[in-house]
């Protein structure tokens, strides 16, 4: 059983309060963050960690991302209730837990067998409807295509083609593009069958997307 308890939830208001301090404008992400106990996402010994605005190391030399990314990218690719949300890299699952708290639809793919495997374990017992999948994130999901909105979670040096086109037209890309010390948050609109439009937003660290199964 996931403990949630009056401590937990002052740390998390506190810290919805810091990252909408830090310009993160949506009410309704915001929301979110109140809800889902990022705690659950983390080993239990790390508590003090789990509500300050920091990634933090989980198993597999991977990183549950930073609560403000989170949000900054939750933003960017603006969901809608409802819409179809690939995610590629599904970590810890907190960030999935985010999606299908703002009632998308959510698909998500992880590489590593132990964290596909914990994090269906933490959506199960919150009683979530994510769909997880353990595949290579440069293939997406092609029997589940196509997408709303998909959103890549570690960096990629450029898009991967399979992804845009498993993109529904209109919709919309976001993803962390770049080498691997340094890489540009990107959105990507797809306009129609082969024009995406590109727009940059700020300087991130994600840890890197590599292909195949570990
Ligand atoms: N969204 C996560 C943060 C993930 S860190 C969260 O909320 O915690 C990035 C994750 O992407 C890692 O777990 C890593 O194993 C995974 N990853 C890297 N390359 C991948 C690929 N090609 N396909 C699927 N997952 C990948």
Do not use: W
Not at 172 to 178: D, E, F, K, S
């Amino acid at each position: 059983m996931i403990e949630d308890s009056f401590m937990h939830k002052g740390l998390r208001r506190k810290l919805v309060e810091q990252v909408k301090s830090k310009g993160i404008k949506d009410q309704r992400i915001l929301d979110a963050m109140m809800k889902i106990p990022r705690h659950a996402f983390m080993d239990s010994s790390f508590l003090k960690f789990a509500y300050q605005d920091q990634a933090f190391p989980i198993s597999s030399g991977q990183t549950i991302s930073q609560p403000f990314t989170v949000a900054f990218q939750t933003e960017l690719i603006d969901i809608q209730i409802h819409q179809k949300v690939l995610e590629v890299g599904t970590g810890s699952g907190y960030q999935a837990a985010i999606l299908a708290e703002l009632g998308a639809r959510v698909f998500t793919i992880e590489r590593i067998r132990k964290l596909y495997q914990e994090a269906q374990t933490i959506h199960r017992e919150l009683g979530s409807q994510v769909k997880f999948f353990l595949g290579d994130g440069y293939q997406g999901l092609p029997s589940f295509a196509p997408f709303d909105r998909i959103l890549i979670t570690a960096a990629a040096h450029a898009i991967p083609e399979a992804l845009k086109q498993q993109l529904v037209v209109g919709g919309i890309l976001v993803a962390p593009i770049g080498e691997r010390d340094f890489q540009v948050m990107t959105k990507c609109v797809k306009t129609s069958m082969d024009i995406f439009e590109i727009s940059t937003h700020g300087n991130f660290v994600f840890v890197p997307m590599k292909e195949g199964l570990e």
